[in-house]
Nanobody, 125 residues
Framework: QVQLAESGGGLVQAGGSLRLSCAASGRTFSSYVMGWFRQAPGKEREFVAGISRSGGSTVHADSVKGRFTISRDTAKRTVYLQMNSLKPGDTAVYYC??????????????????WGQGTQVTVSS
């Protein structure tokens, strides 16, 4: 089992940047595929980015491709989401998630059994 804690959210102007962090407890961090999802008010939770266990493979949603980058640091048991060129449409609660089922980056939230509490990102125009 793994516990996840996100940080790094906040208020930023359009065009700005933020880096989200997700710290994982436990010794088996490298056993999990990790992902970032987001949920805006009144909308369903959507996939943002995923990264394989080794970090060698990543997937990003089309809506963030070229602006967001997911990465992981096994030694620090932390996964990151670097967000550049932020837009008001990126405003949402961002969640970190861990999957023990997937063999590669997973885009389906049903593949992820462990979730953080979320961190709010607000982008003003």
């Amino acid at each position: 089992q793994v516990q996840l804690a996100e940080s790094g959210g906040g208020l930023v102007q359009a065009g700005g940047s933020l880096r989200l962090s997700c710290a994982a407890s436990g010794r088996t961090f490298s056993s999990y595929v990790m992902g970032w999802f987001r949920q805006a008010p009144g909308k369903e939770r959507e996939f943002v980015a995923g990264i394989s266990r080794s970090g060698g493979s990543t997937v990003h949603a089309d809506s963030v491709k070229g602006r967001f980058t997911i990465s992981r640091d096994t030694a620090k048991r932390t996964v990151y989401l670097q967000m550049n060129s932020l837009k008001p449409g990126d405003t949402a609660v961002y969640y970190c998630a861990a999957s023990a089922l997937s063999t590669g980056p997973a885009t389906n939230n049903k593949m992820y059994a462990y979730w953080g509490q979320g961190t709010q990102v607000t982008v003003s125009s």
